[in-house]
């Protein structure tokens, strides 16, 4: 009964340094994406993979990268951390068919 | 494009009495849209959805909203508001409907809901 697993669920990085947050799903979706969420601004898309092997940009790219490792997992990296991605960042599948998705309980990055 | 609104940023009401989340969105088609609520230090979770069935959708925990095409709204009902409904509430439209199998969402910024004993 897992569905989207996100890990870690808290994170203190200092400017610079580098993380990969990771996300795998137990639903046999094909599509997964990547936001973020600041206060008072809804979720903001940062990447999305339509499918294994394919990865896109969405509204806020910039600082960081994706990685479609096979169809269960999509990781979230970034190379250089900076104050501004402080977030709580979530992870989210979703199948072909019913068009919903599915959320993980979030990542809370703090970069100082 | 698409895009939502939600109308007001906190809404606070006594329990027992009704409760309204206001919602507009644009878009160039048939839209699906979504209400998802999200508690305390959690994920978001599905309230419900609508994709062009009937225009009354019924979710969970005796939510309901109601797609009038003419107003372009989407507002979330609940007749008796509990303590337990305090969240925050999206309103989400998704690009789905061009044809693209990818459902892209498109959130709003998100209504605050207090529940005052």
């Known amino acids: 009964n897992a569905g989207v697993t996100q890990t870690p669920k808290f994170q203190v990085l200092k400017t610079g340094q580098s993380m990969t947050l990771q996300c795998a799903q137990d639903m046999n979706h094909n599509s997964m994406y990547w936001y973020r969420q600041d206060p008072g601004m809804g979720l903001r898309l940062i990447y999305y993979?339509?499918?294994?092997?394919?990865?896109d940009k969405g509204e806020v790219p910039n600082g960081y990268n994706v990685s479609r490792l096979n169809k269960r997992e999509f990781s979230l990296r970034l190379e250089s951390a900076a104050p501004s991605q402080t977030s709580v960042y979530f992870c989210a599948s979703s199948g072909q068919r019913e068009n919903i998705q599915y959320f993980g309980a979030g990542t809370r990055l703090s970069v100082l | 494009a698409q895009s939502v609104t939600q109308l007001d940023s906190h809404v606070s009401v006594s329990e027992g009495t009704p409760v309204l989340l206001r919602c507009n969105y644009s878009s160039s088609y048939s839209p699906s849209l979504f209400w998802y609520v999200q508690h305390p230090n959690k994920g978001l979770q599905l309230l419900l959805k609508?994709?062009?069935?009937?225009?009354l959708v019924k979710g969970i925990n005796g939510f309901e909203a109601e797609f009038k095409k003419s107003e372009t709204s989407f507002h979330l009902t609940k007749p008796s508001a509990h303590m337990s409904d305090a969240a925050e509430y999206f309103c989400?439209?998704?690009?789905?409907?061009?044809?693209?199998?990818?459902?892209?969402?498109?959130f709003g910024r998100g209504t605050q809901l207090t529940v005052w004993p």
């Open positions: 989400v439209v998704s690009d789905r409907g061009r044809g693209s199998t990818l459902g892209r969402l498109y």
């Open positions: 993979s339509a499918s294994e092997g394919t990865t």
């Open positions: 609508y994709t062009s069935a009937a225009t």
